[in-house]
């Protein structure tokens, strides 16, 4: 069998259970009545962001020419990490390509054995995952060869069991969670697992990817919240704040705020980092103006909150399961795949655009149609959605 043949083969595997994806394109006039994108604020398009994207990439060029540790280590990619540790309230930041790259490598380099063995050997860390945690998330833990305690869907009594099972080892204990997570739209009770983590005397790396912008005071994200354990965890150095730039920040790229020694750990032994060519200098100033002004949007982040409690009141009505969505992501669980392509078919057949999300990025059974509210949703584009929506409840 040669490539061709293979790859036929797997696609095919792909599309008996309708989990083949497929490429679209995304008009940009189609913007109004798009739920499938990310730009929670809608600051990709923002005139101000996009001219302080040119203004950087006239200084500093087009690319960074190399890697940070090479070429590439222009002062203002210094300049925006001061800012994001400011932003985050953290002692340092460090900035990456893709939210992907700071996971699967950022995490990874946290949970190398290497570090945590002195000079000889080393010591495989105890990591307590979510359940549902994000790929990048995941693939972190197989690049680092760890073993997964994984613990219930934010369920802090059953992440407190297992690590009580593990109170006489010796080994570091790390847990690791999303603090909005991205399919289910459900926000992780940030304070509590802060207090577990100190009880438990375990280092916390959270994924803000979706409450970036969004939750948290001024929209910094939950990690940046002030609380008793969250600065004890802090002076520890053990709170460590993974972001991306690609969501509500309206541009490219992501974060890792953490304490300036583990900056510097990162910044020798991050793979990420240290093998690859450093952003875009036209992202490193597009992200530093999105994130000047973010803290001044409480008024659209209210307003973005209030439209999502107003969706799903209107949408239970109609019959729909939000699951666990208690933010500006909202997703329709209808269960199976081909009802999940169905019901993305009907609203994109009404002027909706939205997300069919399947297995294995959720569970088996669980396949929804994802929608992600945005600041330039209007009551209009609501109302045509209930329409599309009531409509094909109607009609099943
Ligand atoms: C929770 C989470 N983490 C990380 C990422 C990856 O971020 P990026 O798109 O910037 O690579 C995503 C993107 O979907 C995400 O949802």
């Known amino acids: 069998m040669n490539l061709s043949q293979a790859s036929q083969q797997r696609l095919d595997l792909l599309a008996q259970d309708s989990g083949k994806r497929v490429l679209l394109p995304c008009p940009l006039n189609q913007r109004a009545f798009d739920f499938s994108s990310n730009d929670y604020l809608c600051l990709a398009q923002r005139a101000d962001i996009v001219e302080a994207g040119h203004e950087c990439a006239k200084k500093y060029g087009a690319g960074a020419t190399g890697s940070r540790l090479l070429s590439g280590n222009l002062d203002c990619f210094e300049q925006l990490e001061s800012q994001v540790a400011q932003f985050k309230n953290a002692e340092a930041a460090l900035v990456f390509s893709s939210g992907y790259q700071a996971n699967a490598s950022g995490l990874a380099a946290l949970l190398d054995k290497s570090l945590w063995g002195g000079v000889v050997g080393g010591t495989e860390p105890l990591v307590f995952t979510d359940r549902l945690n994000h790929a990048s998330l995941h693939h972190a833990c197989q690049l680092a060869g760890v073993k997964q305690i994984r613990f219930r869907h934010n369920d802090m009594a059953h992440l407190t069991e297992l690590l009580d099972k593990h109170t006489e080892s010796r080994q570091p204990k790390i847990i690791v969670s999303e603090t909005v997570f991205g399919m289910e739209g459900d926000l992780l009770p940030v304070e509590q697992l802060a207090e577990i983590a100190l009880q438990h005397n375990a280092v916390v790396y959270l994924d803000e990817a979706h409450a970036t912008g969004i939750w948290g005071p001024e929209g910094r994200g939950l990690g940046a919240m002030q609380h008793p354990a969250i600065d004890a965890l802090k002076t520890l150095g053990h709170w460590v704040i993974m972001g991306t730039f690609s969501k509500a920040v309206g541009v490219s790229g992501a974060y890792i705020a953490c304490s300036e020694i583990f900056k510097q750990y990162l910044v020798n032994r991050c793979t990420g980092f240290v093998y690859s060519t450093a952003p875009s200098p036209f992202v490193i100033g597009a992200v530093g103006k999105a994130l000047e002004i973010i803290p001044g949007l409480n008024k659209e982040r209210g307003m ?55 297995p294995p990025t959720v569970p088996p059974n669980a396949a929804r149609v994802r929608l992600a509210l945005n600041t330039g949703h209007t009551l209009t584009v609501y109302e045509q959605l209930l329409h599309a929506l009531a409509s094909w409840k109607v009609g099943t």
Not at 323 to 351: D, F, Y
């Open 304 to 358: 973005l909150h209030t439209a999502a409690d107003t969706l799903r009141n209107q949408v239970h009505k109609l019959g729909f399961d939000t699951g666990l969505s208690n933010t500006h992501i909202v997703p329709l669980v209808v269960g199976s795949n081909n009802a999940c392509l169905e019901l993305k078919t009907h609203l994109q057949q009404a002027g909706i655009r939205t997300s069919a999300v399947r």
